[in-house]
């Protein structure tokens, strides 16, 4: 059982929107503070946004916010990240991520999903 | 904003000890975690809180913070520790990411 599965990846003109989401399972989701980090062509690894576990408590890197909108279905135990107006540079690999509160570190990591941003 | 700076890669010999470092202002007063990504993989916590390993990474990693650096040291280097080595930590509400320090044991 793979706990961190993200999925609607793809491509999209710049301006575009898509979103995408990481279903979980194996964990207590709804305990569970969620982290989306990302990883563009060649570079390295880019904190995203962190959401509560309740849902309440969300943060963005000054590169997306007001862009990118984190939330969360704890009755689904499905992570999401609306992306709009995306850009060029929003173009990478995006992995969802389970903040644990024993290590306070991103303990387990999903496999990604490819967002390309392109005309 | 706070900045996390590591070397573009270093090299090891097989079987010997690498490190692989991580500098920041005080950073001893952080909690810095390590993950390993080597290509095509998600991320691997390595070390978390500076020094402890998660249950299923080798004894072989362990990790340092002092002064101005964080250091994650692999003894015993081999081949499968190839990959890259990121370092990160909180500050607030934000997570940042070190520039990564791609490994090659030689």
């Known amino acids: 059982e793979v706990p961190l599965l993200e999925s609607g990846g793809g491509l999209v003109q710049p301006g575009g929107s898509l979103r995408l989401s990481c279903a979980t399972a194996g964990f207590s989701f709804s305990s569970s503070t969620m982290t989306w980090v990302r990883q563009a062509p060649g570079k390295g690894l880019q904190w995203v946004s962190t959401?509560?576990?309740?849902?309440?408590?969300?943060y963005y890197a000054d590169l997306v916010k007001g862009r990118f909108t984190i939330s969360r279905d704890n009755s689904k135990n499905t992570l999401f990240l609306q992306m709009n107006s995306l850009r060029a540079e929003d173009t990478a690999v995006y992995y969802c991520?389970?903040?644990?509160?024993?290590?306070?570190?991103?303990?387990?990591w999903g496999q990604g999903t490819t967002v390309t941003v392109s005309s | 904003s706070y900045d996390l700076t590591q070397p573009l890669s270093v090299s090891v010999a097989l079987g010997q000890t690498a490190r692989i470092t991580c500098g920041g202002y005080?950073?001893?007063?952080?909690?810095v975690h390590w993950y390993q990504r080597k290509p095509g993989q998600a991320p691997v916590l390595v070390i978390y809180r500076d020094a402890n390993r998660p249950s299923g990474i080798p004894e072989r990693f362990s990790g340092s913070n002092a002064g101005n650096t964080a250091t994650l040291t692999i003894s015993r280097a081999q081949a499968g520790d190839e990959a890259d080595y990121y370092c990160q930590m909180w500050d607030g509400s934000s997570a940042i990411f070190g520039g990564g320090t791609k490994l090659t044991v030689l």
């Open positions: 005080n950073i001893e007063r952080k909690n």
């Open positions: 959401i509560s576990e309740n849902g309440r408590g969300t």
């Open positions: 991520a389970i903040w644990a509160t024993s290590s306070y570190a991103l303990d387990v």
